[in-house]
Nanobody, 121 residues
């Protein structure tokens, strides 16, 4: 099993920036692709960005050009740099291993606690 601990969220004004981190522990040798996902109140959890073990990336349409995903394989950590934040980016952000062949679907059921991002207008 793998555990994910996300951090770095907070309250920021519109146009501001945040950098999220997610550390994976446990059976991390089984992880290839990683993804950041977010869930706003009353909405489903969606993919924000994904990154393969080789560094190939994908982004949701609403965050392209504003967010950047990166990873440190040695530290089993994935990052999400978020710039030009908008109120609609407000959500709880989670990370998980991703199944690239299945549209970057999340791999594990245990999401961890996530980290809250709130963007004020």
């Amino acid at each position: 099993q793998v555990q994910f601990v996300a951090s770095g969220g907070g309250l920021v004004q519109s146009g501001g920036s945040l950098r999220l981190s997610c550390a994976a522990s446990g059976s991390t040798f089984s992880i290839n692709a990683m993804g950041w996902y977010r869930q706003a109140p009353g909405k489903q959890r969606d993919l924000v960005a994904g990154i393969s073990s080789g560094g190939t990336t994908t982004y949701g349409d609403s965050v392209k050009g504003r967010f950047t995903i990166s990873r440190d394989n040695a530290a089993n950590t994935v990052y999400l740099q978020m710039n030009s934040l908008k109120p609609e980016d407000t959500a709880v952000y989670y990370c998980n291993a991703a199944l690239r062949s299945q549209g970057w679907a999340p791999r594990f059921d245990d999401w961890g606690q996530g980290t809250q991002v709130t963007v004020s207008s």
